[in-house]
């Protein structure tokens, strides 16, 4: 007898643990970084648009496909590429198998941020609790350090995903979701009320033109998009199989990406005002006329405005990195649920034998990230993000577009009504364009 297959108990723990995974570092670091780096307002917008025609139709693809086959990337794949018949099978596969591969090495690299995070949380906790020693151990990077910290992520992620879909990630995606947005707005209330708050809060909100002259800023919104929505690695395939069969798809790919971008929002209301105060402050936040985005803004800029607000300092840094690293948690165990999906349904694990198989396979791959760092993770990043995102999200749009005959729901659908002959044309042509547009100018201009 085959057993059943694990599936979500309720809508809203599904819609809770699709945003989880998307709400991510990409929301509340990768985001609020865009903006200042693309002219405040202007990123915003075309963000808001760009989501709206590319992102939402890819995590609508990615989500069917997934939900129809009800089975793990490499098998969903495999079954819905079906023209010409050997062929697509075989191509699906393929893809299915390269989404496995990328997500253990993104669960590599994403594992070692995290752990950044979750260290620079308790090197806040311990600055609060007056022990300066070991408030510098945890915030100064160091190879031990890295390497603890990586391992207890590792263990967080493989506690959750090891009791399974509805007990393991739709209890805890319920858990820590609303956890997530009571610190940002905490936080947010906090900032707001700080001298200078209000010339970040107009940065980002009111449209500035001169922003649209750059040239980069729709590539760049696409990417942001893609990555934010968790598309192109299977992580939203595998948890659309774990919906029941009368989901309404087109209704939850809206609600998941209305909250990712929501989020994403807030991070932004928090992050532009942060680096307004800082700079009241007479801290130097903008180089060569940007304002500071990436590593350094999170690591260097916001913990040393935070260690000016005097006893609360330390606390708004904890929540701070609770934050990402809640935000990263929820991310880490969707896409572990792609290779452990893999090993349970294609290759006849157990669900405890593949979660340790994973975890492991991570933690080797994580090790040498981290004492190869400097050739090997930009390397595995860009790989990741620049070639595997768009190329699968590519390839789910021709699934849906040009292979999968059978049973696909919105092509029979654009028989009968034009509404939807118009959506799946743009899912056909459009979006397969706008991705190839976004894939050859960050792989060969970038
Ligand atoms: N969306 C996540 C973030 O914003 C990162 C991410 C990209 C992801 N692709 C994914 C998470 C696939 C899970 C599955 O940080």
């Known amino acids: 007898m085959i057993p059943m297959r694990d599936s979500f108990r309720t809508r809203l723990g599904f819609i809770l643990a699709a945003a989880g995974s998307a709400v991510g570092l990409g929301n509340i670091w990768g985001f609020p970084t865009q ?3 693309h002219g405040g307002a202007a990123f915003l917008m075309v963000y808001l648009v760009v989501v ?13 496909i997934g939900h129809q086959a009800q089975a793990n990337p490499v098998a969903a794949l495999g079954k819905l590429a079906q023209r010409p018949h050997r062929v697509g099978a075989g191509l699906g596969k393929s893809v299915g198998l390269l989404n496995v591969g990328g997500a253990v090495l993104m669960l590599s690299f994403y594992h070692i941020i995290a752990g950044w995070m979750l260290a620079h949380a308790l090197g806040s906790l311990a600055l609060a609790m007056q022990w300066p020693e070991a408030h510098l151990a ?8 890295d390497l603890v910290f990586v391992a207890v992520f590792l263990v967080g992620t493989g506690t959750i995903v090891v009791r399974g879909v509805s007990n393991g990630i739709e209890v805890w995606s319920r858990r820590l979701m609303p956890l997530l947005v009571v610190l940002l707005v905490v936080l947010i209330g906090y900032i707001a009320m700080q001298p200078g708050a209000g010339a970040g ?4 909100l009111q449209p500035s033109f001169a922003g649209f002259s750059d040239p980069n800023l729709v590539v760049a919104a696409m990417g942001q998009a893609f990555f934010s929505l968790s598309i192109g690695l299977g992580g939203m395939m595998i948890y659309g199989s774990y919906l029941d069969r ?3 798809i087109g209704q939850l790919a809206v609600s998941v990406a209305a909250l990712d971008t929501l989020i994403a929002f807030l991070a932004g209301l928090l992050i532009i005002p942060a680096l307004y105060v800082a700079m009241g402050q007479g801290m130097q936040v903008s180089e060569n006329g940007q304002l500071i985005g990436e590593a350094q ?3 260097n800029v916001l913990p040393e405005l935070f260690e000016r607000m005097g006893a609360a300092g330390p606390w708004l840094g904890f929540f701070f990195f609770m934050l990402l690293s809640i935000a990263a948690l929820t991310s880490t165990i969707s896409l572990a649920e792609v290779p452990i999906a893999y090993l349970l349904e294609s290759r006849q694990h157990s669900r405890r034998r593949a979660t340790t198989l994973v975890i492991a396979v991570i933690a080797v791959f994580a090790l040498a990230l981290v004492i190869w760092f400097v050739p090997l993770f930009a390397w595995t990043v860009a790989y990741v993000t620049k070639f595997q995102l768009p190329l699968s999200g590519l390839f789910y749009f021709i699934v849906l577009g040009w292979l999968w005959s059978r049973s696909n729901k919105l092509k029979e659908k654009a028989r009968e009504q ?6 799946f044309w743009h899912l056909r042509l459009v979006c397969p364009l706008l991705l190839l547009w976004v894939f050859v100018d960050v792989a060969f201009a970038g």
Do not use: D, Q
């Open 418 to 423: 034009w509404r939807f002959r118009l959506l």
């Open 138 to 145: 945890l915030t100064t990077s160091s190879l031990w350090r």
């Open 52 to 64: 709206v025609i590319l992102a939402i139709p890819a995590l609508y693809t990615e989500l069917s």
């Open 246 to 248: 009368n989901a309404n």
């Open 35 to 37: 903006v200042a780096n």
């Open 201 to 204: 809060f107009a940065r980002y």
């Open 297 to 299: 803004l999170i690591f």
